[in-house]
């Protein structure tokens, strides 16, 4: 992602509206040619150090009226983001350094032409430490920074990124930096609400979701009406932008932080042309990703786990417990796992699960940091420290059927 340096963003104080930097077809034309000049700097200059792939970068843009500094930046990140540097290993440059330079030092000061006073030759030097060495001088030189982050040399350069692509992504990218101010956020989706969910909880985001029809209503809370004002959480909203891109038939309104801390509008739609990326869906807590893999370690004596498969709806509230067990002949028992979080949402947690605690039969996993946050709601609950055994759940199991 970009970061506020690398940022556009236009706050409307009118209509209280923001809009992120954004290149269109009708206006920006001549940046898909652009693209392609940028993406062969980097295809065709590996070795070389992040310092002048930026500086080529920059001699492409800088010509070009339209193009404000920030975007040049902004362009260089993302390209670097699709590329892949060396990086020095283990102290490995400041060991060559130290090494060079002590050779070096002996032989103090250099000067480009020996003469009376000062005999040693910075080219003969430079000779004589590569041949200690056994390797070329400038192969020595390349490698003396390679732990300063514009010295790293460019390994794997972006070989199937298209220019359309790179363009698209630079529009995604500055949407989501408007994000990073985000405290709220409420999306209206009638298609894909399971994986907008999934990827939502990875992001680590606070929500409420209620059925409106034929529309799932998510209400995702930042931190400012819950603890206090964070960027890091913004980042959070930003993570998740990506994902909700890639869902059909939604819209969204986002409220920003701006200048002179007022209040901005952020509206987007699945129409509006932007295009997300899915990563592959991974686990919203250390704590489930090592229950999930445990549990499928070895055979559970008939029960099958699956990850977020049920949807329960108690008129317009909806729930989405973690996990699903079910067994052929014992049928089918609801897992929430309950860690640390907030006090405010650790109360709408406990109001929700309140609600739908007839729907089926739910056992509670919850960590033992915020048991007490969790009233006796009449279900069946299980209390982990760091880690929540499948041995336990298995325990608990028994008992309920």
């Known amino acids: 992602m970009l970061t506020n340096e690398q940022s ?32 062969h700097v980097y295809q065709s200059s590996v070795g070389e150090p992040r ?96 732990d300063v982050i514009e010295f790293h040399p460019l390994k794997t350069p972006p070989l199937d990124l298209q220019p359309s692509d790179l363009l698209s992504r630079y529009n995604v990218a500055q ?13 209206w989706a009638k298609q894909d609400f399971k994986n907008i969910l999934r990827y939502a909880k990875l992001a680590r985001l606070m929500h409420s979701i209620r059925r409106q029809d034929d529309t799932y209503v998510f209400r995702f809370n930042g931190p400012a009406s819950v603890v206090r004002s964070t960027k890091r959480y913004g980042v959070n909203f930003a993570r998740f932008l990506p994902s909700l891109l890639a869902a059909d038939d939604w819209r969204m309104q986002a409220t920003v932080v701006g200048p002179m801390k007022r209040r901005f509008a952020l509206q987007l739609s699945s129409h509006d042309g932007l295009k997300g990326r899915i990563e592959d869906a991974d686990f919203d807590s250390r704590i489930e990703e090592m229950f999930f893999t445990e549990w499928h370690g070895k055979e559970r004596c008939g029960w099958e786990l699956t990850r977020e498969s049920a949807i329960l709806h108690q008129a317009q509230t909806v729930f989405m417990p973690d996990f699903t067990l079910r067994h052929p002949q ?59 055994l499948p041995k336990t759940v298995l325990a608990a199991l028994n008992e309920m059927v």
């Open 8 to 39: 556009i963003l236009h706050f409307d104080f009118h209509s209280q509206v923001v809009k992120p930097d954004r290149l269109v077809r009708t206006s920006h034309a001549h940046y898909l040619e652009l693209s392609r000049r940028l993406i």
């Open 51 to 146: 310092k002048v792939l930026h500086r080529r970068v920059q001699q492409i843009l800088q010509p070009i009226e339209d193009c404000p500094t920030r975007r040049i930046a902004a362009f260089c990140k993302l390209l670097d983001d699709e590329s892949v540097y060396a990086k020095d290993k283990a102290g490995a440059a400041a060991k060559l350094r130290s090494r060079v330079f002590g050779l070096a030092a002996k032989r103090h000061p250099l000067v480009q032409s020996a003469d009376q006073l000062f005999d040693h030759c910075e080219s003969i030097v430079k000779a004589e430490i590569a041949a200690e060495f056994g390797r070329p001088w400038d192969e020595i030189a390349g490698q003396l920074f390679n």
């Open 175 to 187: 949407t989501q930096t408007a994000l990073y101010g985000a405290v709220s956020m409420t999306v």
């Open 330 to 388: 014992h049928g089918e028992v609801l897992l929430e796992i309950v860690g640390f979080w907030t006090p405010e949402y650790l109360r709408k947690k406990a109001a929700t699960l309140e609600r739908f605690r007839r729907s089926g039969r739910i056992l509670l996993a919850i960590a033992e940091s915020v048991n007490e946050s969790i009233p006796d709601l009449g279900i069946e609950r299980i209390v982990y420290k760091s880690k929540l």
